[in-house]
């Protein structure tokens, strides 16, 4: 099993270019991966740590590819609390719902009893043209409290 899940969901590509990035930074910092686009809840680990990346689409909704596994998460409850993670969300701060996305799945996974490490990190786009620069400054600072 890898010591880190890293699941991403995007619309257009951001999420999956920054979870990329942070799985070649945390394979640096000496952790083995497993890297899901868009992942159906039974290919997810029940334990261990899930880093969560997932962008933000329309009003505040997950993305397509995100969708199931988030609706399997609402409609199974499964029991999650052998497992921590760590959220990233990419957004744009002119829509009301910045970063909905990740703030749902973050209200979600608590709810079944994972314990979030560290800060979510929330990127909004006309900040930051390059989101992988502030999600590998973050990621520096998240993996040491694993």
């Not at 699941?7 to 991966?33: C, D, N």
């Not at 199974?76 to 760590?86: A, I, K, T």
């Not at 608590?110 to 990190?121: N, S």
Request: net charge negative; aromatic share 6%; proline share 5%.
């Amino acid at each position: 099993m890898a010591d880190i899940t890293l699941i991403s969901g995007s619309t257009l590509g951001s999420a999956e270019y920054v979870a990329e990035h942070l799985e070649e930074k945390l394979q640096e910092a000496g952790f083995s991966t497993e890297l899901l686009h868009g992942p159906e809840l039974d290919e997810v680990p029940q334990e261990g740590v899930w880093l969560i990346v997932s962008s933000t689409h329309g009003a505040g909704e997950l993305p397509d590819n995100l969708l199931p596994f988030y609706e399997a998460l609402q409609e199974s409850q499964p029991d999650l609390s052998g497992v921590r993670f760590g959220a990233v969300g990419i957004g744009n701060h002119e829509y009301d719902l910045f970063c909905g996305a990740i703030k749902l799945l973050d209200t979600t996974l608590t709810q079944l009893g994972a314990k979030r490490i560290g800060d979510r990190l929330e990127i909004d786009v006309l900040e930051h043209e390059i989101p992988e620069d502030p999600a590998e400054v973050w990621v520096a600072s998240w993996h040491p409290q694993i």
